[in-house]
């Protein structure tokens, strides 16, 4: 045992050592907010679990009618599916069932199940399909009918096998928006198709149009039978909401609901008045308090209702917004946010403060040109003065915020003001003018204004520069004018631009060139890029004693080392060793902690100056489009479904 306890004593000391090396840095990973986002759909578990569905896949939980949210899961392995509809098993408790499409048409999509709740979820059948509605039969709970983009198909035993019941190939049969199936008799099905409705009474041998009354070409996005008449079917379509009496066969458009520049997506009936009904619009939530015959809106114009469900035995109505999740305990009267735990906003720009790492701003996807700004890291936001252009990109200069604005142009936001002031790109030129009585020709100074595509702006040795679409310009800090670097120092399209820690030498990525400037842009020196590297995309100053930089292209990122001299031939390396070839959002460089986020998905993180990588994300969380360093042990990264989130890399 002794000679045993001495072999083992070293090969034990060795793996702890080998552990406490590989945990020298551990990343985690919150979600900041702010609160919110668009959520596509809804469903009440039978354990009285909230799930809402998500445009990228992602399920959110709530055990407390809707108080607080947590994420569950997702629903496949792609960042476009489309969560479009929930249904919550009749018979078995924890069982769930998603119809998804994705956005890329190519994809499809399927019908997803979860015996778990939502937690995990596996392919039910139907792969490469853009399942747009899903139905349970009331009758008979392994009968699953779907309709996608290509007709309907069913399921006899809940989903482990499909057949089409529509004709294949067929004109009108096909984009289904919408399935109901009678609660008497499972053969019975109405189909809802971007033009009009159909039914079968023969579970799909035969199908037939039952429009009669119907405005042409209204695409039905959803039909309800009234629980109390199943011969009663109301329909919810972009021209407005319908009922029939006698199953289908003649509609009566319903007043009250104008529908000009309106989506009805959704009808659905109170569990405890059957007299009351809601439509989910894209102009608000309206209520009909006696079964259709007149309608009133609920909720402001501006609200975009996708989903509606009850919660707490029917009296709690919750709606599924763009915006995150409303709810009503009286009837629709009055409605509250409620969305804490619930982040999945898409963060179209974020600027994080250079005197302040905890002050953001941050622009909002489903907001216009509204900011938003949190001081304390995020864990509170508020709304703060917005350009009246759309923004496009958010900067810190000191204490000042940049912006650079939809459809060309900048502006800077004057602290005293509260204000936002364009940022004026100005070229003078000489011009000389004919002399009308003979004498020699005069010159004159002509001055034109540019609003260029501004990529970035980043202040470097007392002056503002800008990297445009035409150019690379600069000005003093004061002057608020900018004029174009000489074209012929640098010219074209300017992707990126960067500097050195010292803020000694600038670096651009300009079309298929790299360039360098040693005296505050007067003067670049340009280095030619192997064909090899494809289209260049970033470059990052490195940050460690090698003179070197960091080159994303869309063929991987690559390092050009160049030593004393910039213009001698020096050899570009990929950073390999776990890092993918492929385009990339531009690196956040943190001592030796390096972070950059792949277009296609996936952050990595090296934490050893780019020797090595590995694989890290938040749970289940989307696209990460841009990570913004800010310093050791701190990123922020601008996400494009959940949110802000918080990177730390720090020693455990």
């Given at each position: 045992?002794?000679?045993?306890?001495?072999l083992?004593r070293?090969?034990?000391?060795?793996?702890?050592?080998?552990?406490?090396?590989?945990?020298?840095?551990?990343?985690?990973w919150?979600?900041?907010?702010?609160?919110?986002?668009?959520?596509?759909?809804?469903?009440?578990?039978?354990?009285?679990?909230?799930?809402?569905?998500?445009?990228?896949?992602?399920?959110?939980?709530?055990?407390?009618?809707?108080?607080?949210?947590e994420?569950r899961?997702?629903v496949?392995?792609?960042?476009?599916?489309?969560?479009?509809?929930?249904?919550?098993?009749?018979?078995?408790?924890?069982?769930?069932?998603?119809a998804?499409?994705?956005?890329?048409?190519?994809?499809?999509?399927?019908?997803?199940?979860s015996?778990d709740?939502?937690?995990?979820?596996?392919?039910?059948?139907l792969?490469?399909?853009a399942?747009?509605?899903?139905?349970?039969?009331?009758?008979?709970?392994e009968l699953?009918?779907?309709?996608?983009?290509?007709?309907?198909?069913?399921s006899?035993d809940?989903?482990r096998?499909w057949e089409?019941?529509?004709p294949?190939?067929?004109?009108?049969?096909?984009?289904?928006?919408?399935?109901?199936?009678?609660?008497r008799?499972?053969?019975?099905?109405?189909?809802?198709?971007?033009?009009?409705?159909?039914?079968?009474?023969?579970?799909?041998?035969?199908?037939k149009?039952?429009?009669?009354?119907?405005?042409?070409?209204?695409?039905v996005?959803?039909m309800?039978?009234?629980?109390?008449?199943?011969e009663r079917?109301?329909?919810s379509?972009?021209?407005?909401?319908?009922?029939?009496e006698?199953?289908?066969?003649q509609?009566?458009?319903?007043?009250?609901?104008p529908?000009?520049?309106?989506?009805?997506?959704?009808?659905?009936?109170?569990?405890?008045?059957?007299?009351?009904?809601?439509?989910?619009?894209?102009?608000?939530?309206?209520?009909?308090?006696?079964?259709?015959?007149?309608?009133t809106?609920?909720?402001?114009?501006?609200?975009?209702?996708?989903?509606?469900?009850?919660?707490?035995?029917g009296?709690?109505?919750?709606?599924?917004?763009?915006e995150?999740?409303?709810?009503?305990?009286?009837g629709?009267?009055r409605?509250?946010?409620?969305?804490?735990?619930?982040?999945?906003?898409?963060?179209?720009?974020l600027?994080?403060?250079?005197t302040?790492?905890q002050?953001?701003?941050?622009?909002?996807e489903?907001?216009?040109n509204?900011?938003?700004?949190?001081?304390?890291?995020?864990?509170?936001?508020?709304?703060?003065?917005?350009p009246?252009v759309?923004?496009?990109?958010?900067?810190?200069?000191g204490?000042?915020?940049?912006?650079?604005?939809r459809g060309?142009?900048?502006?800077?936001?004057d602290?005293?003001?509260?204000?936002w002031?364009?940022?004026?790109?100005?070229?003078r030129?000489?011009?000389?003018?004919?002399n009308?009585?003979?004498?020699?020709?005069?010159?004159?100074?002509?001055?034109?204004?540019f609003?260029?595509?501004?990529?970035?702006?980043?202040?470097?040795?007392?002056?503002l520069f800008a990297a445009?679409?035409?150019?690379?310009?600069?000005?003093?800090?004061?002057?608020?004018?900018?004029q174009?670097v000489?074209?012929?120092q640098?010219?074209?399209?300017?992707?990126?631009?960067?500097?050195?820690?010292?803020?000694?030498?600038?670096?651009?990525?300009?079309?298929?060139?790299?360039?360098?400037?040693?005296?505050?842009?007067k003067?670049?020196?340009?280095?030619n890029?192997?064909?090899?590297?494809?289209e260049?995309?970033?470059?990052?100053?490195?940050?460690?004693e090698?003179?070197?930089?960091?080159?994303?292209?869309?063929?991987?990122?690559?390092e050009y080392?160049?030593?004393?001299?910039?213009?001698?031939?020096?050899?570009?390396?990929?950073?390999?060793s776990?890092?993918?070839?492929?385009a990339?959002?531009?690196a956040?460089?943190?001592?030796?902690?390096?972070?950059?986020?792949?277009?296609?998905?996936?952050?990595?993180?090296?934490?050893?100056?780019?020797?090595?990588?590995?694989?890290?994300?938040?749970?289940?969380?989307?696209?990460?489009?841009?990570?913004?360093?800010?310093?050791?042990?701190?990123?922020?990264?601008?996400?494009q479904?959940?949110?802000?989130?918080?990177?730390?890399?720090?020693?455990?």
């Amino acid at each position: 045992m002794r000679c045993t306890e001495s072999l083992l004593r070293p090969v034990i000391i060795a793996a702890l050592v080998c552990c406490v090396a590989a945990s020298v840095y551990a990343e985690r990973w919150e979600r900041v907010g702010p609160e919110g986002g668009s959520v596509i759909s809804l469903v009440v578990m039978r354990n009285g679990e909230v799930l809402l569905g998500t445009a990228d896949g992602h399920v959110f939980a709530s055990h407390d009618g809707g108080e607080h949210w947590e994420l569950r899961g997702r629903v496949g392995k792609r960042f476009d599916g489309v969560v479009q509809g929930l249904i919550a098993d009749s018979q078995a408790k924890s069982r769930v069932y998603a119809a998804v499409w994705t956005q890329d048409p190519a994809a499809g999509g399927g019908v997803f199940r979860s015996e778990d709740d939502g937690s995990t979820w596996a392919s039910a059948g139907l792969q490469g399909e853009a399942v747009r509605a899903l139905a349970q039969s009331a009758s008979n709970p392994e009968l699953l009918i779907a309709g996608t983009r290509t007709g309907v198909f069913r399921s006899e035993d809940a989903g482990r096998n499909w057949e089409r019941i529509s004709p294949a190939g067929d004109k009108e049969m096909k984009n289904l928006d919408s399935i109901a199936i009678d609660p008497r008799d499972a053969n019975v099905i109405y189909a809802g198709t971007y033009h009009l409705p159909w039914k079968t009474a023969d579970g799909g041998k035969s199908w037939k149009p039952v429009a009669a009354g119907m405005i042409d070409d209204s695409d039905v996005m959803s039909m309800v039978i009234d629980r109390g008449d199943p011969e009663r079917i109301f329909a919810s379509a972009c021209s407005g909401i319908y009922r029939s009496e006698n199953g289908g066969l003649q509609w009566t458009k319903l007043q009250g609901i104008p529908y000009v520049s309106r989506r009805t997506q959704q009808i659905v009936q109170d569990p405890l008045n059957a007299a009351v009904w809601y439509s989910a619009t894209t102009e608000g939530l309206w209520r009909s308090g006696d079964g259709g015959e007149s309608w009133t809106r609920a909720t402001g114009r501006d609200v975009v209702v996708n989903g509606i469900t009850f919660t707490g035995k029917g009296k709690t109505l919750m709606l599924g917004t763009d915006e995150g999740i409303l709810q009503s305990t009286d009837g629709a009267k009055r409605f509250i946010a409620k969305n804490e735990g619930f982040t999945h906003s898409v963060v179209r720009a974020l600027a994080v403060s250079e005197t302040d790492s905890q002050h953001l701003l941050i622009a909002l996807e489903k907001e216009g040109n509204g900011l938003r700004e949190s001081v304390d890291g995020g864990k509170s936001w508020r709304a703060f003065p917005a350009p009246a252009v759309v923004v496009d990109e958010l900067f810190s200069i000191g204490e000042s915020w940049y912006a650079s604005l939809r459809g060309g142009g900048a502006a800077s936001f004057d602290l005293k003001t509260k204000n936002w002031t364009q940022v004026r790109f100005l070229v003078r030129e000489k011009v000389r003018l004919p002399n009308k009585d003979g004498n020699s020709p005069t010159s004159r100074t002509l001055e034109r204004l540019f609003k260029p595509d501004v990529k970035v702006l980043r202040a470097e040795g007392g002056r503002l520069f800008a990297a445009t679409s035409d150019g690379l310009w600069a000005s003093g800090m004061r002057t608020g004018v900018m004029q174009r670097v000489p074209e012929k120092q640098i010219s074209g399209r300017i992707t990126d631009l960067d500097a050195n820690g010292a803020g000694n030498e600038l670096f651009v990525v300009a079309q298929s060139k790299v360039a360098r400037s040693v005296d505050g842009g007067k003067t670049w020196d340009s280095v030619n890029v192997p064909e090899s590297l494809g289209e260049l995309l970033w470059i990052r100053a490195e940050n460690r004693e090698t003179r070197a930089v960091l080159v994303g292209s869309s063929a991987g990122v690559y390092e050009y080392e160049y030593g004393a001299s910039w213009k001698e031939a020096h050899s570009w390396k990929q950073l390999q060793s776990g890092l993918p070839g492929a385009a990339s959002w531009p690196a956040a460089l943190s001592g030796k902690i390096w972070l950059i986020s792949m277009k296609a998905g996936g952050v990595y993180i090296s934490k050893d100056w780019g020797g090595s990588w590995e694989w890290s994300n938040a749970d289940d969380a989307g696209l990460v489009q841009m990570i913004e360093e800010t310093k050791v042990g701190y990123a922020w990264a601008r996400t494009q479904t959940d949110g802000l989130l918080l990177i730390r890399v720090e020693a455990p």
